[in-house]
């Protein structure tokens, strides 16, 4: 028989994630700070709009491109968070959550050989899609000191010939880290002198601690050259509804849908009806839980610190990337051995790229009472580690 299996799958890497929460899964009474979902349930009026839908028939297909409405009221909320202005017609797709918009964005954007310029750490599905549309990924590593911003000194460097699209995972996930107005507006300048395209993921746009989030679509002669990504799960609790969003140029979202129709059809259609609502009425759902995820981002700081753990401060998301180098043992190594001796689990830094190497991701969307006993639990070890002659 002949080999069944692609190559190019075949040699995909399987994500650091899942091995590591592999592990997790045959232990008991584990406390997990490594999975990235909302502790909240989803608001209640967002549920009943669900189940309304849902008792009224609204069970069949819609558009591909997405339920006008829905479609509408994301235009309304990107001109009302961002002053950016999409036709909801033509520059407007609704995907399977935020992972589907960037696997079909990068389908879209890319010939065989074109290279994509990733950012990392940076979540975990980048590479991978990057490589199943055919291109080839550059990774930038970022650096603790610049609070892993991506600069334009490291963009300028990793730009050539073959470069069509920068990826901008910001707030980022791991590590919590932003970027503001004045350093998007130095990579936009790169990104227009060697004519880029852009991949904004902005999932955790909500969820920033210091000032609003800017979009790089809304600064000037950005918004043709940038596919904004978006979605419900973080923001508003919803990762089960499996929803997200793109929006870009007609002639981009035009090739978008193309491969969405193919594939899948349209998004779930009683998550739409309910993303509807999501979007007029839950302004002041998203304000308490990005109050309360604030509370808990300053808790754990305020914890590294009385530990003597170095951390930078992040200001976005729902992540603290703690560094672990003083050890002097790998992220995989102090990650297993803090699940196995103190039944605390984390993600090793490596599951978001090499340049993780030496931290770990620190989830806070759990409450403050687990929170509590993990850094118990954390400082418990460290001390142990620090009063042992090696590690």
Known sequence: MR?????????????GIRRFF????????????????????????????GIYAFESGRTFYTSNAGLKDLRIEICNYLQRRQG?????????????????????ALRTLL????????PQPSYVSYEPCTILAGGKPVIINLKSKNEFRLTAEELENAVSDRSKVLILPYPNNPTGSIMEKTDLETIA????KHDLYVISDEIYSELTYKGRHVSAASL??????????????????MTGWRLGYACGSDEIIKQMI?????????????????????????????????????QRRRFLMNAFKEMGLECFEPYGAFYVFPCIKEFGMTCEEFAERLLKEEKVAAVPGTAFGESGEGYLRISYA????KLKIAMVRLKNFITKLRNCDTY
């Open 3 to 15: 080999n069944p299996l692609s190559d190019k799958v075949m040699q995909l890497k399987p994500s």
């Open 22 to 49: 592999d592990l997790v899964s045959e232990m008991k009474d584990v406390i997990s700070l490594g999975v990235g979902e909302p502790d909240f349930d989803t608001p209640w009026h967002i549920r009943e709009e």
């Open 84 to 104: 950016i202005e999409y036709d909801p017609l033509s520059e407007v797709i609704v995907t399977v959550g935020g992972s589907e918009a960037i696997d079909i």
């Open 111 to 118: 010939n065989t050989g074109d290279e994509v310029i990733i």
């Open 189 to 192: 300048s790169i990104v227009k």
């Open 220 to 237: 000037d002669g950005m918004k043709e050259r940038t596919i904004l990504i978006n979605g419900f799960s973080k923001s508003y609790a």
């Open 258 to 294: 193309k491969i969405h129709q193919y594939a899948i059809m349209c998004a779930p259609t009683i998550s739409q009806y309910a993303a509807v609502d999501a979007l007029k009425n839950s302004d002041k759902d998203v304000e308490i839980m990005r109050n309360s995820y604030n």
């Open 366 to 369: 759990y409450s403050f009472d």
